[in-house]
């Protein structure tokens, strides 16, 4: 039984919710895994997601390229605030009131000299947070009103070349097995790969202040390096520039971080890599990272600008039956997607081997990986998924063992690109081309999407007590928020009854069949089959039936594009699904479905279960 809920015999698994503690998102990814998933979250789920609407949207004085960090019940002057932290590319921190939007306080230490697409960090004390400044140095502020902290180190020196060294990833914090928190900063270079710029990782130990340097270029080099003078490296690029930064794995107490493009010599030069280091940020003593991982095609892809390091390793949980105790799945520009050993990176037992990775596949959707992937255990079947998304598409891949070894293996894609996902409560989200999405994890299924927002960079949203945030490119923070609590009592069932089926005479809810090409058709729901006029969703059992041309079927809100699929089809085979979707869209009480396919012609059938209200 989950979550206690005794009516779980009349409504599916999923509609269970409780109330829950508030919960705070410190960082980007939600956890120093950056795993992108809220295993608390309960108040939004698939029974209340599809009435999601905009809450407030407001206009911040610069575009935050990255995702909020938040944190419940602070003690302000004003009484207890939830408040959202955004770094924007200005180089300011805004705390903004998560309830209306309002900005509670904001700090630019630096305007200059370039800009900065970091993501705030909550400390694990939820006293004070970190944010990225322009001039190289990371600032550390009451999270109450913003006052700064200028002792002990701090603002700390995290680059010396901020011209031509950018704060590109997330901040990231980590709470070690010794019980020792540092904050983690790494840099890379600007866009075009231009000027004298080194990867590197500053680790920052937060009871001290004391820190160290781990360069990627020039390895035995633990220091910052200095523009036009010494110390510095001959060598340029290794940026560290993905959106996590650097991921911390409790299990074997180790940084993990990946590097763009840059001379690879398996000695003191790690370009197109990913390597692991002890959590004080130090690596094996000999001027080396503790471990490496490096492709044997490094040199292909340092001359085709193919970072390895476009994204951070992934971490997955033990998979039962693996002869591999702790796997990671990397990404990169070449489309490919690898499984790596995290215990023995290269399986030769130490860094400056190649090759070495236990799978190598293709990213379904092809193209550039350029976001955090997120790692979801489905606690239904205790499955484990990977969600990839980029500018092709999202694709949801299952991680399984075969004769004992890891497997990950594609199970669905949706061709409606976005930037890093996130999963709460059994809802994978995600936001890309304007839009937000949230969809069924298991099947790829659209469960409710949304037009309002502007476009999207590396914008990537958090979902945390029963509300969404997620800021663009239009300068804009915006909150959605469910119509009404669903508690047990807001579902109700009905018999199944026809809504729909364009097999019968022609009319408002027959014939004639759905035509291709994205043709739309408006079919009213409430005050048919016992659903009534201020339901708010309905459970439905969506079916294709004599399709002519292989393509896929939507259905959304009416007034809300549905930019993933419901059902997908082939020639003359009838197909099902199950969906719940919003009926709050314009007009009132209707849903939107169509056809994508080339020509064409499709009958639809609609039997609903269910609604709430």
């Not at 970091?118 to 140095?137: F, I, K, M, T």
């Not at 710029?197 to 020039?218: K, M």
């Not at 510095?232 to 940026?239: M, N």
């Not at 951070?312 to 489309?335: N, R």
Request: hydrophobic content about 40%.
């Amino acid at each position: 039984m989950r979550k206690g809920c005794p009516w779980l015999t009349l409504v599916p698994l999923w509609l269970c919710a409780t109330a829950a503690a508030a919960v705070d998102w410190p960082q980007f990814g939600f956890d120093s895994r950056h795993s992108g998933v809220n295993p608390l979250e309960s108040t939004l789920h698939r029974g209340n997601v599809p009435t999601l609407h905009v809450l407030y949207h407001v206009v911040l004085p610069s575009v935050a390229d990255g995702a909020p960090a938040f944190l419940a019940g602070v003690p302000t002057a004003s009484g207890s605030k939830d408040l959202l932290f955004v770094t924007t590319k200005a180089g300011h921190l805004l705390a903004v009131d998560a309830a209306t939007g309002a900005i509670m306080w904001s700090r630019q230490p630096a305007t200059a000299p370039n800009y900065t697409t970091s993501s705030p960090a909550v400390d694990p004390g939820r006293q004070y947070v970190y944010s990225y400044g322009l001039e190289g140095r990371v600032h550390k502020y009451q999270v109450a009103d913003g006052a700064e902290v200028a002792v002990g180190g701090w603002p700390q020196l995290a680059t010396l070349k901020p011209s031509v060294e950018k704060g590109s990833s997330a901040l990231s914090v980590a709470t070690t097995v010794a019980g020792a928190s540092f904050l983690y900063v790494a840099n890379g270079g600007y866009p075009g790969d231009a000027g004298d710029y080194q990867g590197h990782v500053t680790a920052i130990a937060l009871a001290s202040g004391a820190q160290r340097v781990f360069d990627a270029a020039c390895s035995d080099q633990t220091v910052h390096f200095v523009l036009g003078g010494t110390p510095d490296c001959v060598q340029k690029q290794t940026a560290i520039w993905a959106r996590a930064g650097v991921v911390y794995d409790s299990d074997n107490d180790r940084l993990f971080m990946a590097t763009g493009n840059g001379l690879y010599d398996g000695h003191l030069y790690w370009g197109d890599s990913v390597f692991a280091l002890h959590p004080d940020g130090s690596g094996n003593g000999l001027g080396q990272p503790l471990d490496a991982y490096t492709p044997t095609d490094f040199q292909q892809l340092q001359d085709a600008d193919l970072d390895l390091g476009s994204t951070a390793p992934a971490l997955l949980p033990v998979l039962p039956g693996s002869v591999v105790a702790h796997v990671g799945l990397q990404g990169g520009k070449d489309a490919k997607l690898r499984l790596i050993d995290l215990d023995d990176l290269s399986r030769a037992g130490g860094p400056g081997h190649v090759g070495g990775e236990l799978q190598t596949v293709d990213l379904p959707q092809g193209g550039e990986v350029l976001t955090m992937p997120a790692i979801w255990t489905d606690p239904l079947d205790g499955a484990v998924w990977a969600f990839v998304a980029n500018a092709n598409g999202i694709s949801g891949l299952q991680a399984t063992v075969v004769s004992s070894r890891p497997v990950l293996t594609p199970r669905w894609t949706v061709f409606s690109g976005g930037s890093s996902p996130i999963v709460a409560d059994g809802v994978l989200y995600y936001a890309g081309g304007g839009a937000l999405f949230a969809l069924d994890p298991v099947t790829g299924a659209t469960l409710w999407s949304d037009t309002s927002i502007g476009g999207i960079h590396w914008e990537s949203p958090i979902v945390v007590n029963g509300r969404l945030y997620v800021t663009d490119e239009g300068s804009q923070l915006w909150a959605y928020g469910p119509s009404a609590p669903a508690p047990a009592s807001s579902f109700f069932t009905v018999t199944p009854c026809r809504l729909v089926d364009t097999r019968g005479p022609a009319g408002p809810r027959g014939g004639p069949a759905l035509l291709g090409n994205g043709a739309r058709r408006t079919f009213a729901i409430a005050g048919q089959c016992g659903i009534p006029a201020d339901a708010v969703a309905v459970a439905l059992n969506v079916t294709v039936d004599s399709p002519t041309v292989a393509g896929d079927l939507r259905v959304a809100p009416a007034g809300i594009a549905a930019l993933a699929s419901t059902v997908n089809f082939r020639p003359g085979r009838a197909r099902a699904n199950n969906t719940v979707v919003g009926l709050t869209g314009n007009p009132l009480g209707s849903v939107w479905v169509q056809t994508d396919t080339v020509g064409g012609s499709t009958h639809l059938i609609l039997d609903v279960t269910g609604y709430f209200r």
